[in-house]
């Protein structure tokens, strides 16, 4: 088997079939995910938070530091409904922690949240290779669009239903996100305990019943999971909790040290950070407000709420009171470079599944360049 050739190396002319998750809430970085482009795989830049101008800035400054393709990934879902009694709860629950930390106690009034279609406008505007979706299915018109300028689609899944539902949209590839995930569930169909399939258990039957690719993605940590998920049937491996220890990783010092003590610090799931559940480390601030759960709002308006006391915990290093978003994989982060990472990972799969270290010719040899825009794609000032 040739690990490294299939179905996304081919679209999208990269010599690995590996993505660097999106990793939004400071991980993530322009300088992250050129590095994962230029060394062969799928870099991601998180587009779903930030407003239109700073994501365009994002884009312009992985595009200084690398020519090869790499995605953005936009959430879907909207807002959840406000409500004043659940923001004044948030507010009265969050007051003690902001005065730990000598922040006034009313957390800033929440700023509108960045529109979809503008942020919709930015790719289009920018021409970027790639866009990944996650909390819902595009609306067909959106991935017309997307299409006809030449842009790469990806859903993400977290069961069998949305994997049809993401099918029948016209996503060209399906991210099956396992239970083991850091980060966000991407479920959008039924209880986020209804998403929670493991990742040897949600490939085949992914593979099994949608014809889209699928990119595996949760746990994977090595060339060992990257192997496990080919021979289970994935087209790309989709990796985020290995990359956060990385030197080009925006994770806080002790954040990273904390993902490879592991030992007593487990994964658990909790909506405390942003309204939305998701996999982080377990910390102070989760386990003091886990009873007070039901109370909080929804995505984004929470996500807002604990914005100042995120930020400031992460330029003190005060992990106590940081989103520290991991999967359960993060014993084996390692604090590598990026590229040294994906060459060790590459020499894994190949020597496991006995095919070639790449399809391709070597990362450095010959840079990957971009696709051409293509030229009957609809005006992007008209997008609207
Ligand atoms: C710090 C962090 C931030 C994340 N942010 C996003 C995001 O903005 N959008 C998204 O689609 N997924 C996000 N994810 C989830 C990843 O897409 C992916 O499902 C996950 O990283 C794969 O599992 P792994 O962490 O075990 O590799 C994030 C994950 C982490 C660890």
Redesign the pocket.
């Known amino acids: 088997m040739n690990w490294s050739h299939t179905a996304l190396t081919e679209r999208l002319d990269i010599p690995y079939p590996i993505i660097q998750?999106?990793?939004?809430?400071?991980?993530?970085t322009p300088q992250l995910a050129a590095a994962i482009s230029n060394a062969g795989g799928l870099g991601?830049l998180?587009?779903?938070?930030p407003q239109p101008e700073a994501l365009r800035q994002a884009i312009a400054e992985i595009r200084a530091l690398t020519d090869r393709p790499f995605a953005v990934?936009l959430?879907l879902g909207g807002a959840a409904p406000g409500d004043p009694a659940r923001l004044a709860r948030a507010r009265e629950l969050l007051a003690p922690y902001r005065a730990e930390l000598g922040l006034p106690p009313e957390s800033p009034v929440p700023p509108e949240p960045p529109g979809f279609e503008e942020l919709l406008d930015v790719m289009m505007a920018e021409r970027v290779a790639a866009v990944?979706?996650?909390?819902g299915a595009p609306d067909t018109v959106y991935l017309d669009l997307l299409r006809d300028a030449g842009i790469v689609t990806f859903g993400?899944a977290t069961h069998l239903l949305e994997a049809i539902v993401l099918e029948e949209s016209g996503v060209d590839f399906i991210?099956a996100?396992?239970a083991?995930?850091?980060?966000?569930r991407?479920t959008f169909i039924g209880h986020p305990e209804q998403g929670l399939v493991g990742i040897l258990t949600l490939v085949p039957l992914l593979t099994k019943h949608i014809r889209v690719p699928i990119v595996a993605?949760?746990?994977?940590?090595d060339g060992r999971g990257i192997a496990a998920a080919r021979i289970l049937g994935a087209a790309g491996i989709?990796?985020?909790?290995?990359?956060?220890a990385c030197p080009e990783s925006g994770?806080s010092p002790a954040y990273k040290a904390l993902l490879s003590e592991g030992s007593e610090i487990a994964t658990t799931l909790s909506r405390v950070f942003t309204g939305r559940v998701?996999?982080v480390l377990r910390n102070r601030l989760v386990n003091e407000l886990h009873p007070h759960e039901a109370d909080l709002p929804g995505f984004p308006l929470q996500l807002f709420l604990t914005e100042e006391l995120r930020q400031v915990a992460a330029e003190r290093d005060l992990t106590d009171f940081m989103?520290l978003?991991?999967?359960?994989?993060?014993h084996l982060s390692e604090n590598r470079p990026a590229a040294e990472l994906i060459a060790a990972w590459a020499g894994q799969a190949a020597t496991l599944l006995g095919g070639e270290e790449s399809s391709r010719e070597p990362p450095a040899a010959e840079p990957v360049a971009q696709k051409p825009p293509v030229d009957e794609s609809p005006d992007p000032a008209c997008f609207i």
């Open positions: 998750a999106p990793l939004a809430g400071g991980p993530g991601s998180a587009g779903g938070y990934n959430a990944s979706f996650i909390f993400t991210v996100q396992g083991e995930a850091g980060g966000h991407g993605g949760g746990g994977i940590m989709q990796m985020g909790t290995a990359f956060l994770a998701g996999r989103a978003w991991a999967g359960q994989g993060c």
